[in-house]
Structure formats: C-alpha cells, structure tokens
C-alpha cells in the first residue's frame, strides 16, 4: 500500500475534518494493532519486548531478526490499510453531510463548480467529446508485494469495512474479528520475499489482478456518477455522455532494457487480455440472460430490436433451439445469442457461431437491446443494467487495455542499421544522427516499399525489433485494432530517431506507401527523458511535423500528436526544481508548436509513485500543469506499488479514476479561466533564476569525485538487484559509473538511507542565494508565490514532505559504511549542510516553525512509524557491514540476506514507496 507519504492528499481527507476522524483511526488502528499483537504473541512471543517496549533497541538477537522484520513489514501494510479505510470513511461522512457537491475532486464538486463559473452546456458537451483520460498501468519493479499478499490486504479491508456496520450481533462481531486475526495470522505465514524473480508472465497476471478484481467493475460507475452530476448542474441541457476513461499497459510490451520481453512474449500478452476481456464480457452477458426475463407476450417489442435479435439468432447457427428454451423472452434470446458470438470471439472450435468480427460490433448490438429496453418504458432497467455492459465494452474492449510497445531509440537505429546493410551490402550505411543519417531515412520513406526479404542473420536484438513489428501488424488486422497502443521510443533525441521508427513500421508493412486513409494510424510517441531532451523537444516536434509521414498519421489522428515527459532521468540530470520547472516549461513551447502547426498536443506523463519520480496528489498535479496544456487528453503512468494503493479495493478504485477524470475535466474547463494559472513574467524569472541555481549545487554533489563509491557503499544498492522485484535483469542496478545510474534503483538506494536527495537537494542553496541579491524583496515575493502560483506551491509542498521523511542522524550511520573517510566526510557534509539550508528556506518561504506541520494526517503516520523505520534502518546497516564482509562464505551470506531484503521491504513499506 502507498502510505499517505505518497499519496498525501487523496488518501487523507482536509485538514479541517482531522479530528473529526481521530476516533475512526484510533479505533482501526488499536483494532489492527491488537489482533497483530495476538498473532506474534502466538507465533513470536520474544518479541513482543522487542518491538513494542523497546522501540530503540539498535540491534536484535540473530534468530529474532526475520520474524522482528516480517513483524515491522506487516505493521506498515496493516497501517496502511488502516489509512485507507477510514479515508473511505471519511468521504463518504463527506457526501452524507453536505452532499456530493461538498466532496473535493468528485464530478459532482468540479460540474457545480464549472457551471457557478458560468461555463455553458455546450462548452462542457464539447469538452467532453475531447476528453480520453488513461491511465497506464507498468511493469516498472517498484512493487514489494506479490499478489497472494495483495489478496490477503483485500480481504482485511474487506474485514474492516464488514465490522463498520452496526447491525451484527455480539456473536456474528466476533466471528468477523476471528475471521480478521485469521487473514492477519495467514499473512505472517505466508511470507513477503519472492524467492525468484517474476516472469514477464507472472507480471502480467499482476496487472490483471487489478482488472479482474476492481478496475472492470469500477470504472462504468465512475462514468454513471458523471452522468449524474451533469444532470444535477445542467438539467435544461441533457449532455450525453460517453466513457472519457481507457487503460493501456505497458506490461508485455516494454523492452526497454528487458529481454524478456520478446515478440512472442508481447503476442502472449495481447492474448492474455484479450481472453481476460471476454471472460469479463461473458459473466456479464450471462447475467442479463439470467436476469431479464422480460416477455414479448406482456410488452410491445420494438420491430428494430426485433431485426437486431434475428441478425444476431441467425449468426449462433443454433437460433431455433434458443428461442425454444425460454419462449417469448426476446432478451433472454437476445443475450444468450450474443454470449455464443463471444464464446466463438475467445474461443475459436468451441461452438458453430460467427464470431464478432469487432468490439464495436457488440457495442452496437448491446446499444440496440438498450434502446429497446427504453423505448418499452424500463429505462431503469436499460440505464443500471444494459449501459453499463455497453461501456465496458467500449472501455475495455476485446483488449482489456491497449498495450503499448516501449524501445529504446538505440536498439531502433541499430535496426535500421543491420536492415540496409543486407538490403544494400556495397553502400555504406550513415552513422545514426548525423545528416547523412537523416537523408538516408527521409529518402527511404518517400519510396515505395516491399515488405522485407526474412533475413536469417539478423542480430537477436534487431530480429526482435522486426518481430515485433509483424505482432503489431497482425494485432491491428485482428477483431480489436486498439489492442495495441501506441510505439513508445524512450531517450529520443533526435527527429531521425523517430522517423527511424517510421521506417521500420513501413517496411514491415504498418505504413501504406499511397497518401490515403489509414484507418487504424501507427502511432510512435516520442518520449524526452533527460534535461538536455526536455530543451530541445520543442525543435524536435517542429521538425517532426513538416515530414509527410508524419502528417499522414497527423491527418489520420485528428491531427493529434501524443509525447511522453519522463520524469525520473530528469530529476536525475537536474535534480527536483530544475527537473519539474524544465517540465512545466517544455509542456508551454510544444503546445504553442502545436497551436501553430493546427495540432493537438496530448502529454503522456511518465511519473511514478515517489515525490522525485513525479509522484504527487492527483488532483494538486494536473490543476498545477500549465493552462491550456491538458485539454481534455492526459495519460499517466501508475507504477509498482503506486497500482496497488490505487485499484486494490473497490472504493478506492472508484475515487481515484473519478479523481483523475474530474482533474481533467477541472483543468480542461477551468484553467484559462484561474488567474493562477495565467502567465506571471516576474515569477516565472524567479522560478528560473532558482531553478538555475539548483541545478549548479546539484550538479555540483553528483559531479564530486567519489560521489558514485559514496553511493554504493552508503546505500543497499548492488543489494538490491537480489529483491525479486520485477523481471528486468539485475544489470539494471548497481553503477560503476554516473552514466550508468538507472533512474529507479537511484531513487530506491536514496530513500532506503534515508538521504533523499531526490525529493530536495538544491533549493536551500537556490533560495539563500536568491535571498542575498533579492534581500526582503525577494522574500516578499517567494511567499506570494507560495500563496498564488499552482506550480511553486505543490513543488515547496512535497520538498517539505520529503524534507519530513529524510533523517540525516540515520544518513550518517549509512556514511559510515564508506571506507574512504575524506569522501565519506566530505559528501554526507554537503548533503547535511544543503539538508539544513533547505529546512531553513522552506521554513522561512511558509513562516512555519515545525516542518510539515501543515499536513497532519501526514503527521500522524509519521508519529506511529518513524521509530520503527529507524531502528529498521540501523537493522540494515549492520546487516550490509555483515553482508559485504570479504571473509563472508556463500552460505553465511546467505544466511543474512533474507533479513537484508526483508529491511528493504520494511523500509519502503514505512516510507510509502520503494523508487
């Protein structure tokens, strides 16, 4: 679970109502505490002394150590789910007080807020034909949990939301408080650690789980309740609403780094959705054939539905012994008919049937039971039974979600590379970004094409590439082209890096050669990763769209161009101001290249669950973009353990996606309107100047000599390619140069020492230095900023969260495991000196003497896990000194490990994240 740390404002409710909710927490609280205590009393009764009387114990007998870690871990999930449900609670006390308007980021709140705004009907009808909000779920290994413990975290919500009712006698309350300390006893029995790295497959079961579990059912709902509250702020102007909410995945898809994830791994995985899909569709479909037992005997049937039930009867090849089965109850037939077509779409052999030959198909078919059902006057029974059925199939398809293919551009180029080599083995083939290399590509794509010769001495990596490829062509020709989404080409750094992609897909076919219609456009998605990409992405676009492949999959869009921000390797350039300001500002230059080239910008965010990986309350995130940069369109990456906080139960699932898809609504309807947001050129330099300055101190630590020996000695970081966490090769952590830093293990090892240099380093430099040549005046405006602009108000918030978490005592004992005494004195000064200096501005810019005091929910986690998360992370630095001991044999090390990974567990299960 994401702790409030990460999730700080959707996952807690508005300070005001926080002693409204002390007695709910408690309650929970003691109630979880309690049954624990029971379960180690019975298991583990040693360390009842340990853990609860001596919270300041610094090291732990040997043959303690699992179980007292196991005991920490547990404690942090079971606070967590604390957490959750009574911020389920909480808002729904919200809506039953002061009603469904009052509930801050619901529909019903952001509709009554735009039509007191005076925004028409019409405007919010043409807004909403824009809107498409997906999140995107990813394989990214920054998930500790398996989903057999993910299970058991369901069933204890499960158990805590049960005993919230009144109505239970003293017996049926204890049966449901064993049935809890149960679910608690089988999570310690259990175990946390994966004893193998996931497969790409048993990945792909993990984001299912959500689907199946929460995300199929949930998200019409969330649909409804826009319906709704359209009709409760827009009553004189029925706005007809269609799903503004899709799903793409990434897992299977991104080989990025990851050779296991290969063509015939990605086929697999389109597989597996779309079996998942129609699995879902059918429990659905035979639930209305069980259900609506309506007869034509009783009622007039519409003739039309009656043609659309013959079409559909005929297509079973078995139509007359349907009707025989249930006579005269047209939708019994009708529903049993289009269950044989979806059976024949799955599961090819198993019935006579015609199999749709699209989603939209079905989509079409159940729109004709619904109309029927309204036009015999059972709207009720169209609306709240057969819609919702209807947009799950336009939701989710025959897909489930679209999956996305990611590479790097330098595989891409390598591709293309060997390909002209065999295609034209006597001319030299240009080397890539070069303007050879450029004229070379836009020459081959003005040419018609054949489909390429099979080469059989393709390198393995180049071959996967073409392969690939032919999965996407054969997946576009099948029954739901949307099952893939779009191209992802991380670190593009150049025009000819994309359009190196574009050539690919034509010579595989993807691509016609004519300037007609595509019905079903290859979509490549470049993605700016680094600062020096985020600068230069603005003349990369234009670039891009005066090329004639382009504007044909322009044209064939709506003249829609979707690019991808990274978040974590800019940070890593930059660190965190200069990173999220080089952000705000690459999102302005590329929607005024597109307003000027007539096309429609769509970001896809690559943010994960920690502050510095772009993790920030939702709603505070997308009302902080910069006006006019969202437009009814916006994708976002939900990472690792930032999924499971999300769609694990069912409330929750519902409040984020209508979280989210309000957000959007709310900036796409408000943000030209909000004079925070309109453009400020006095405190856009300020932000500049500081940005600047962070960027020179932060640079200026990550550039010391010794500063990667530093890392890997005072951080777990070659320990943690041994946690099981995703199926990325273990070469993805550990570093033996800057260069070599991968984006997650960075934040992971920062925040396991508790330095966090992620989330803050640099802006204690940047303010004291604006201070010295501003003076008050500067002073005076910093805080106006804090109290106006959107942008600099979230960004000092979470740097004061981060700043909260971050222990610099505890830092310490982690530089202590550096061998080299001048480089271990030298950079844990400068990282305490800056920790100070930004303490102090942020202190200074809020006028507050305690940091974070402003978030109290915030605080109150804080208070429960703080000493165990420091006595966890002097656990661990005794263990590392042990475990990388050189007289250490295999077996011994061995021994310690299991408690080294189970610190790690613990320690992000404290803080709310792991990278």
């Known amino acids: 679970m994401t702790s409030a740390f990460a999730l700080p404002v959707e996952k807690t409710v508005p300070s005001a109502r926080v002693e409204d909710l002390k007695d709910d ?107 498409e909000v997906c999140p995107t779920i990813t394989a990214h290994p920054t998930e500790a949990k398996r989903v057999t413990v993910l299970e058991i975290h369901r069933r204890i919500y499960r158990g805590l939301v049960d005993l919230e009712s009144t109505r239970w006698t003293p017996r049926e309350r204890e049966v449901l408080m064993r049935n809890l300390r149960a679910e608690i006893d089988l999570l310690w029995m259990t175990g946390e650690l994966r004893l193998e790295k996931p497969t790409v497959e048993q990945e792909i079961a993990w984001g299912l789980h ?69 699995e879902h569709l059918l429990k659905r479909v035979e639930g209305l054939a069980r259900t609506l037992s309506i007869s034509a005997n009783t009622i007039p049937v519409p003739e039309e539905f009656n043609r659309v039930l013959a079409d559909v009867l005929a297509a079973t090849g078995r139509g007359d012994e349907i009707v025989a089965r249930n006579p005269g109850e047209i939708f019994r037939h009708f529903f049993t008919a289009v269950r044989d077509r979806l059976i024949a779409t799955g599961f090819p052999g198993r019935n006579a049937a015609r199999p749709y030959a699209s989603a939209s198909e079905l989509t079409r078919h159940i729109l004709a039971a619904e109309r029927a059902l309204t036009a015999m006057n059972a709207a009720d029974l169209a609306l709240l039974r057969v819609r919702p059925l209807r947009w799950e199939c336009e939701i989710f398809g025959f897909r489930t979600a679209a999956l996305d293919v990611r590479q790097n551009s330098t595989v891409v180029n390598r591709t293309v590379q060997a390909v002209w080599q065999r295609l034209h083995p006597s001319e030299p083939v240009p080397e890539p970004n070069t303007p050879a290399w450029l004229a070379r590509i836009t020459s081959e794509l003005a040419k018609p094409t054949e489909r390429l010769p099979a080469f059989a001495d393709l390198p393995a990596d180049e071959a996967e590439m073409l392969a690939v490829l032919d999965v996407i062509r054969d997946t576009r020709q099948g029954p739901d082209p949307k099952a893939i989404g779009a191209v992802i080409l991380s670190m593009t750094t150049s025009t000819a890096d994309v359009l190196a992609f574009y050539l690919l897909a034509k010579y595989q076919g993807l691509i016609p050669d004519e300037d007609g219609p ?171 100047a500081l940005a600047g300055l962070s960027l020179a101190s932060y640079r200026k630590l990550i550039e010391q000599p010794g500063l990667i020996d530093y890392f890997n000695a005072a951080a777990p970081v070659e320990e943690l390619a041994l946690l099981k966490l995703g199926s990325r090769p273990a070469r993805r952590f550990g570093a033996k140069a800057l260069g070599d830093l991968r984006a997650i293990p960075w934040v992971f090892a920062w925040s396991q020492n508790r330095h966090l240099i992620t989330g803050w380093y640099g802006i204690g430099t940047a303010v004291e230095s604006y201070l010295k040549i501003r003076g008050d005046e500067g002073l005076v405006l910093l805080r106006k900023m804090f109290a106006e602009n959107r942008f600099f108000r979230l960004m000092l918030d979470e740097v004061e969260k981060t700043l909260l978490l971050a222990d610099m005592d505890i830092a310490a ?34 006028e507050s003497d305690h940091i974070a005091r402003r978030f109290p929910a915030l605080h109150r986690r804080t208070e429960h896990v703080r000493p165990l998360i420091g006595r966890t992370n002097r656990w661990q630095v005794d263990l590392l000194a042990e475990f990388r001991r050189e007289e250490r044999t295999p077996e011994e090390k061995q021994k310690i490990l299991a408690p080294l990974l189970l610190s790690m567990n613990c320690i992000a299960g404290g803080l709310g994240w792991t990278g």
Request: one cysteine or more; charged letters at 25%.
């Open 25 to 131: 927490f408690t309650e929970v609280f003691e109630l979880l505490f309690g049954l624990l205590v029971d379960v180690i009393r019975t298991r583990q009764p040693a360390l009842t002394g340990i853990l609860f009387k001596d919270n300041g114990a610094a090291s732990i007998p040997e043959e303690l150590r699992v179980p007292a870690l196991q005991m920490t871990g547990i404690w942090f999930q079971l606070l967590s789910i604390a957490e959750e449900n009574v911020a389920m609670r909480a808002r729904r006390k919200l809506e039953s007080t002061g009603g469904p308007d009052n509930v801050a980021g619901s529909f019903s709140n952001v509709i009554a807020e735009v039509a007191a705004m005076g925004v028409t009907a019409e405007d919010v009808r043409a807004a909403l034909v824009e809107t």
């Open 210 to 278: 959500f689907f199946q579990e929460n995300l199929y059912a949930q998200t019409p709902l969330v649909v409804e309740h826009l319906a709704a509250a359209l009709r409760r702020h827009y009553p004189e102007e029925p706005i007809t609403v269609q799903p503004v909410l899709k799903f793409s995945t990434w897992i299977g898809g991104d080989r990025d780094g990851n050779p296991f994830v290969t063509a015939s791994v990605t086929r697999t995985a389109l597989d597996e959705y779309r079996r998942a899909a129609i």
């Open 518 to 688: 595509d019905p079903s456009p290859f979509t490549v998605v470049p993605l700016f990763e680094t600062i020096e990409d985020l600068q230069r992405a603005e003349g990369i676009v234009a670039e891009l769209f005066e090329q004639p492949v382009v504007r044909r999959a322009l044209r064939a869009r709506d003249h829609i161009q979707e690019i991808m921000l990274g978040y974590s390797d800019s940070n890593k350039d930059g660190g965190f101001l200069c990173s999220s300001w080089e952000l705000v500002k690459a999102q302005k230059r590329l929607v005024e290249i597109g307003r000027k080239k007539g096309v429609k910008i769509s970001f896809f965010h690559g943010r994960g669950g920690s502050v510095s990986r772009g993790g920030a309350p939702t709603g505070r995130a997308i009302a902080a973009q910069p006006a006019g940069t969202v437009n009814g369109r916006l994708r976002i990456t939900e990472q690792g353990e930032v999924v499971s906080s999300k769609f694990a139960n069912r409330g929750t699932t519902f409040y984020q996606l209508e979280l989210l898809a309000a957000s959007v609504i709310a900036h796409t309807l408000k943000s030209t309107r909000e004079p925070q947001l309109r453009p400020n050129a006095e405190q856009d330099e300020t932000t500049e």
């Open 813 to 846: 004992d982690y530089a202590a495991l550096v061998p080299d005494r001048e480089v271990r004195e030298r950079i844990l000064g400068m990282v305490q000196a800056e920790y100070a200096r930004t303490l102090g501005a942020v202190r200074l810019i809020t």
